[in-house]
C-alpha cells in the first residue's frame, strides 16, 4: 500500500517554549521573506528598510506615544468582541457598534457642548455613547436569541447602516454648507474633549483602556458571567442542561459587547479626531476580529498582539515616507509578516509526521 | 506560571514605552533659509487629484533646490494632526496639505506651532481664523473650466452640423462629488462655457456624495449616459466617468490632468490647477522671511490655470485656436466667467448677492460678491463660493 510521505496529527499538549520558538522561527522566516520581496522589487537594503519601519513606530517621543495611542483604540474593540467570540457569537459588526457611539458623541459635543459644564456633559456623553453602542450590538442579538438568525451577516449589515446614518448627519451639519465635512467640534472652547493629563492628550485614552482591559480579564477569568459564556460556547446543550438561560446570556453578552464599542467610539471623537466621519473607526472593527482570534481570546496577549499590528501599520507609513515607495507596499510587507504569525499557529497545534522515518522504526 | 509570565512582559512592554515617550523629541529651529518643506496627501498618486499636486511638489522642491518629504494616504482625523507634527520633528518648516477636510487638524496644528508656516489648498477658513501661520490656497479654476466648456460646446456644434444630433438635444451631464460651492462654480463656469458657443445647450448634473468613489462616479456617467447626455465632464476624482465615457465612445472632457492614455478615442480637453507656482512661491517667503498671503489665489496668468493638450481625435476642428481666443479675452478681462448677463436665476437677472464667504455653522451670507456686472468669484477668498443654481443646469439628486 502507497502511504503519503507525511500524516499531520493535532498535538495533546507543546511546551510553552517550544511554542515560543516556533512563534519567534516563524517571524524570522517572515522577516527573511519580506528582505527577499524587498530587494527583489526595490533593489533597496533591507535591513534599511526594516531600520525604518522601527523607525516610524518608536523612533520619537511623539511616535511612541501615537503607538500606544492606537494600540489603546484597536485593544479596545478587540476586548469589547470577545466576550461575543468566546460564546461562539461571531460579531463581525464591532465597526457600527463603535460608529454608533462615536455619532452619539459627536451629537452631545455638538448640542451640548457650549451649554453644559464639563462635569455634567461628560457623564451625558459617557451614557450615550454606551447606549447607542449596546443598542446597536444588541438588535442582532435579539434576532439571534428569538429566531435565530444568522448572527454574522446580521452584524456586518448593521455597519453598512451606522455608515449611512453618519453620512447622512454629516451632510446636514457640514461646515461649510454642501462640503460633506463637520471639521473639528469645538476647537476654540475644546468643550467635551478629554482633558490632557500631563501634558498628554492620549494618556487619558490609554488609562481607560487599562481599566477596560483588566475589567474584561477579571469578568472572563472569575466571574460567574464569564462562567456562562464559556460553557454556552463549549455547547449551548450543556448550558441548558445545567441551567443556564443561554438567550439571556446572548443578549446579556452583546449589549456589553455594544457598551465597550460604544465607549470606544467616544475615544475616537471625544479623546481623539474631535470630528466624526463614516470613517472614524477606519476599518479597525474588522482588524479586532483578527487581533482577538490570534490572541486566542486572551485579553492579556491581545495587547501585544495589537500593538504589534499598530507597530507595523506605523512602520509601514514611514517607509513609505522614506523611500518614497507607495504605500501598498509596506503593506505587503505587513501582509507577509501578519501570515506567518497566523500560519505558525498551525503548528502548534498540530504535529506533522514524516512516514520514512516511523518505517525505519518499524524495521 | 504563564500566565504570570505574560503578564511581567506586558507590564514591562507598556512601562518601557511610557519611560520611552518621557524623553522630548528632537526638534529642529528653522532658521529662516534652509527650507524643508512637509507634504500631506489624503490618498497617493493613483487619485488624480492627488497625482496633481504631487507632480507640483516634486517640480517646484527641484526647481528651489529645497528637501522635502510627503506622507500619503493621510485621512482627514487626527491622523492629519499627527502627521504635521512628525513631519515638524523631522525638520519642515513648512507644511502643506492637499484635501478639504484637512484644515481643522493643519489649524490646530499650527496654532500650537506657531514658528511653522501651514499651508492648504481648497480650504474656507484661514482668513477668518486668526492664525497667523495658517494660509489658504486655490486657483481660479473657473476660468480653466470654462475654458474647457468652449471646447465641449464646440464638438457640440460639430455633432449638431453633422446631424448626430439635433440642436435641442445638445444635453451635457456633469458628475459631481457634493453640492459644494466649489463643485457648483466648476460646473457653472463649464456650462457657461459651452453655452457661450452652442446657445441651445443644457445640462444634469448627478452628485455622488464623495469625493473619490471610482464605482459611483461611474454609475453617475451612466445614469447621465440613459438619460440621453451626449457629452460628459466630471468633478470627483477617480477615473470612474473618463472610463465609463470611452466605454460608451461619448466624449469627455476631464479635470485634474489628461486621461488621454486611459480614453484615446473620447477625452477632449482637461482643465487642471498646476500647483507648481504656488509651491514655489510658499517656498520663496520662507526662505526671505516673508509673511505667506493669507489667501492665495493663482490664476491664468500665475501659471496655475492650465489646459492640457487637446485631442484632435476627439475634440471639434479648430478647438485650440478658440480656446487661445478665449484665454486671451480673459486675461485681459475683457469678457467675465459669471458675468451676470449671461445668466439668469429662476427666470430673473441678479444684480446683488451675499455670499457665505465667513464661513460659520448658520451659513450666514456675509459678503455682497456682485459688482460692475459680475459675480466676484474667489476674489474675497481663495475657495470658490459661487453657489446659485443657475437656469439651464438641472440637479438630478441634490440630497448631497
Sequence with gaps: ?363 | MKKVLVALLAALLVLSCLAGCGNGGKKEEANGKTVKVGFIYLHDENSTYDRNFMEGAKAACKAQGVEFLEKTGIPETNACYEAALDLIDHGCNVIFADSFGHESFLAQAASENPDVQFCHATGTTAHTANIANLHNAFASIYEGRYLAGVAAGMKLNEMIESGAITAEGAKMGYVGAYTYAEVISGYTSFFLGARSVCPSVTMQVQFTGSWYDETLEKEAAQTLLNNGCVLISQHADSMGAPTACEEAGVPNVSYNGSTISACPNTFIVSSRINWQPYFEYMIQCVKDGKAIDTDWTGSIATGSVELTAVNDKAAAEGTQAKIDEVKAQLEKGEIHVFDCANFTVGGAAIDSYMADVDTDEAYTPDTEVVKDGYFHESEFRSAPYFDLAIDGIEQLNAAY
Aim: glycine residues 8%; hydrophobic residues 55%.
Design chain 1, 1 to 363: 500500500m502507497r502511504e503519503p510521505l507525511f500524516h499531520i496529527s493535532k498535538r495533546t499538549e507543546i511546551a510553552l517554549v517550544k511554542a515560543w520558538l516556533i512563534r519567534i522561527a516563524a517571524i524570522a522566516l517572515a522577516l527573511v521573506l519580506c528582505a527577499i520581496v524587498t530587494f527583489a522589487l526595490t533593489g533597496l537594503n533591507p535591513l534599511r528598510v526594516f531600520a525604518t519601519l522601527v523607525d516610524g513606530a518608536i523612533g520619537t517621543a511623539r511616535r511612541r506615544w501615537s503607538l500606544l495611542q492606537g494600540t489603546a483604540i484597536l485593544l479596545c474593540i478587540s476586548l469589547a468582541v470577545t466576550p461575543a467570540f468566546k460564546m461562539r457569537f461571531w460579531n463581525t459588526g464591532a465597526e457600527g457598534q463603535v460608529l454608533a457611539g462615536a455619532m452619539a458623541t459627536a451629537t452631545c459635543m455638538l448640542f451640548l457642548g457650549n451649554r453644559l459644564p464639563s462635569p455634567v456633559l461628560f457623564p451625558i456623553m459617557f451614557v450615550c455613547a454606551v447606549i447607542a453602542g449596546s443598542v446597536w450590538g444588541v438588535i442582532p442579538a435579539l434576532f439571534k436569541a428569538k429566531w435565530n438568525t444568522n448572527e454574522t451577516l446580521f452584524t456586518l449589515m448593521m455597519n453598512y447602516i451606522a455608515m449611512q446614518i453618519i453620512n447622512y448627519f454629516v451632510y446636514q451639519w457640514a461646515v461649510p454648507k454642501g462640503s460633506g465635512q463637520i471639521g473639528i467640534i469645538n476647537g476654540d472652547t475644546k468643550a467635551g474633549w478629554l482633558p490632557a493629563i500631563f501634558g498628554q492628550s492620549y494618556l487619558c485614552n490609554i488609562l481607560i483602556v487599562v481599566v477596560i482591559t483588566i475589567f474584561i480579564f477579571i469578568y472572563l477569568r472569575f466571574s460567574k458571567h464569564g462562567y456562562e459564556i464559556a460553557v454556552v460556547g463549549e455547547s449551548e446543550n450543556t448550558a441548558r442542561y445545567i441551567g443556564i438561560n443561554v438567550k439571556r446570556v446572548i443578549i446579556r453578552t452583546m449589549l456589553l459587547s455594544g457598551a465597550i464599542c460604544g465607549i470606544c467610539g467616544l475615544l475616537i471623537v471625544s479623546g481623539t479626531d474631535h470630528t466624526v466621519t463614516r470613517d472614524s473607526a477606519g476599518g479597525q472593527g474588522f482588524t479586532a476580529i483578527m487581533v482577538s482570534w490570534l490572541a486566542k481570546f486572551d485579553p492579556i496577549v491581545m495587547i501585544f498582539v495589537s500593538m504589534l499590528i499598530i507597530f507595523l501599520q506605523k512602520g509601514a507609513i514611514e517607509i513609505s515616507t522614506q523611500f518614497g515607495l507607495n504605500k501598498s507596499f509596506s503593506e505587503i510587507l505587513t501582509g507577509i509578516i501578519i501570515f506567518f504569525i497566523i500560519g505558525c499557529e498551525f503548528f502548534i497545534n498540530y504535529q506533522i509526521h514524516f512516514n520514512h522515518s516511523r518505517k525505519e522504526a518499524k524495521a
